[in-house]
């Protein structure tokens, strides 16, 4: 435990230093915000361009500030499609860098957006962006928000704020401070990483899961770098300072983050009528899913022997007064009717045992092994889900 909290402090040391100097280098830049910001490559340029799979422009926000009052729309030319991604940019670095991974997810079947950022920084009111594009789609049912870098980290503090509009949030080499932390979110998250990223640690990445939703997947780019989650010039220098060269090139790890975000945004078409979107990752849509919050892909439900519609993983057997707990209330409910059995007033349809967990007609050790499983759960610790009221056991 202390270990978790020394690499979460460091963590965030290192992003309160980042923050430091990347304001530092605007006010030694220009005023326009741009001079500091990496420029794009000429194959990012090249994916500005519509194709006949996808539709590619230039939206203007008025109410915006000048230099900075744009995103850019990558839109399927198929219609149909009711899942958007919204792209916050890595800090200085121009938002079009991101237009070949852009035209690839939206090849894909998701309408995905590329928000510029005042002075190409995801802070503050331009991590707030993500309303406007939200309320200018009204079609799209479903969103996600993600970024590189920084960027994932403005879209962590969008989601914070406002996680009934956000289903999903995709991380590229990024994690959320304690600040943004999400992990009592009700969305689904992904954090792709590179292994030999020198700017976004291991250790980090290890670190930021207790700031993340429960059951957040982590997807590892073996031999990629931090730099190459973007299309950007970092000349005279081949990668960003401080990162460490990458054992693939630019396209393969582009390929990774393409297959992984896509694979990711995909669970939105595959539930929808869950608001969750399987939040648990079982495979089962949450409104079918007998234990939505808590992965059990066979569905079991062998307590009681009937089954009761709620799944083993997360039923409370021991709940008996439904409050959400199992306590010491509980306990003398149960520690009423132990020792009954076949040869001491059985249990029997017209006189139930508190505790007969099995149905074989006693309250015995083999309940008491049951019953332990959940005591001690509370509405601040795996809550027990809603009761079913009613006999439990039907005996023949």
Same mark, same amino acid.
């Given at each position: 435990?202390?270990?978790?909290?020394?690499?979460?402090?460091?963590?965030?040391?290192? /992003?309160?230093?980042?923050?430091?100097?990347?304001?530092?280098?605007?006010?030694?830049?220009?005023?326009?915000?741009?001079?500091? +910001?990496?420029?794009?490559? =000429?194959?990012?340029?090249?994916?500005?361009?519509?194709?006949?799979?996808?539709?590619?422009? *230039?939206?203007?926000?008025? $109410?915006?500030?000048?230099?900075?009052?744009?995103?850019?729309?990558?839109?399927? !030319?198929?219609?149909?499609?009711?899942?958007?991604?919204?792209?916050?940019?890595?800090?200085?670095?121009?938002?079009?860098? &991101?237009?070949?991974?852009?035209?690839?997810?939206?090849?894909?079947?998701?309408?995905?957006?590329?928000?510029?950022?005042?002075?190409?920084?995801?802070?503050?009111?331009?991590?707030?962006?993500? +309303?406007?594009?939200?309320?200018?789609?009204?079609?799209?049912?479903?969103?996600?928000?993600?970024?590189?870098?920084?960027?994932?980290?403005?879209?962590?503090? &969008?989601?914070?704020?406002?996680?009934?509009?956000?289903?999903?949030?995709? /991380?590229?080499?990024?994690?959320?401070?304690? !600040?943004?932390?999400?992990?009592?979110?009700?969305?689904?998250?992904? +954090?792709?990483?590179?292994?030999?990223?020198?700017?976004?640690?291991?250790?980090?990445?290890?670190?930021?899961?207790?700031?993340?939703?429960?059951?957040?997947?982590?997807?590892?780019?073996?031999?990629?770098?931090?730099?190459?989650?973007?299309?950007?010039?970092?000349?005279?220098?081949?990668? *960003?300072?401080?990162? %460490? =060269?990458?054992?693939?090139?630019?396209?393969?790890?582009? %390929?990774?983050?393409?297959?992984?975000?896509?694979?990711?945004?995909? &669970?939105?078409?595959?539930? =929808?009528?869950?608001?969750?979107?399987?939040?648990? %990752?079982?495979?089962?849509?949450?409104?079918?899913?007998?234990?939505?919050?808590?992965?059990? #892909?066979?569905? $079991?439900?062998?307590? #009681?022997?009937?089954?009761?519609?709620?799944?083993?993983?997360?039923?409370?057997?021991?709940?008996?007064?439904?409050?959400?707990?199992?306590?010491?209330?509980?306990?003398?409910?149960?520690?009423?009717?132990?020792?009954?059995?076949?040869? @001491?007033? =059985?249990?029997?349809?017209?006189? *139930?045992?508190?505790?007969?967990?099995?149905?074989?007609?006693?309250?015995?050790?083999?309940?008491?092994?049951?019953?332990?499983?959940?005591?001690?759960?509370?509405? &601040? @610790? %795996?809550?027990?889900?809603?009761?079913?009221?009613?006999?439990?056991?039907?005996? #023949?």
């Amino acid at each position: 435990m202390k270990r978790i909290y020394c690499k979460s402090l460091l963590a965030f040391q290192r /992003l309160m230093i980042l923050m430091v100097v990347l304001l530092g280098m605007l006010f030694l830049g220009t005023t326009d915000g741009n001079a500091a +910001s990496y420029p794009p490559l =000429p194959e990012a340029l090249a994916a500005l361009e519509s194709d006949v799979e996808v539709n590619v422009s *230039q939206v203007i926000v008025p $109410e915006w500030p000048p230099d900075s009052n744009f995103y850019f729309v990558f839109a399927p !030319t198929t219609p149909g499609f009711t899942i958007g991604f919204i792209i916050y940019p890595g800090a200085l670095v121009d938002p079009r860098s &991101y237009a070949p991974i852009a035209h690839e997810i939206a090849r894909q079947g998701f309408l995905t957006v590329i928000v510029k950022m005042v002075n190409d920084i995801a802070i503050g009111e331009s991590a707030e962006r993500a +309303s406007r594009v939200i309320g200018d789609y009204p079609g799209i049912e479903k969103w996600s928000i993600g970024g590189h870098s920084m960027g994932g980290v403005g879209a962590s503090a &969008y989601t914070k704020a406002h996680a009934e509009n956000i289903d999903g949030v995709v /991380l590229w080499a990024s994690y959320p401070s304690e !600040t943004f932390r999400i992990d009592t979110k009700m969305v689904k998250a992904i +954090s792709i990483y590179g292994t030999n990223d020198g700017l976004t640690t291991l250790d980090e990445i290890e670190a930021s899961r207790v700031h993340l939703p429960p059951y957040t997947q982590f997807v590892a780019i073996a031999g990629g770098n931090h730099t190459q989650f973007g299309w950007y010039d970092t000349s005279p220098n081949p990668i *960003q300072p401080g990162d %460490n =060269p990458a054992d693939l090139t630019r396209q393969e790890q582009q %390929n990774f983050i393409v297959q992984a975000t896509g694979d990711f945004l995909n &669970y939105f078409y595959f539930c =929808p009528n869950d608001p969750y979107n399987d939040f648990d %990752n079982d495979s089962i849509c949450g409104d079918i899913d007998s234990c939505p919050n808590i992965p059990n #892909p066979l569905q $079991e439900d062998n307590f #009681p022997p009937q089954g009761n519609g709620i799944g083993d993983a997360c039923d409370c057997e021991g709940n008996f007064n439904c409050d959400q707990d199992v306590d010491a209330n509980d306990v003398i409910t149960f520690l009423a009717d132990f020792g009954r059995s076949q040869y @001491n007033r =059985p249990c029997t349809n017209l006189d *139930q045992c508190k505790g007969d967990f099995s149905c074989d007609r006693d309250v015995d050790a083999q309940d008491v092994t049951k019953f332990l499983e959940d005591f001690g759960r509370s509405q &601040y @610790n %795996n809550p027990c889900p809603v009761c079913v009221v009613g006999d439990w056991c039907v005996y #023949p």
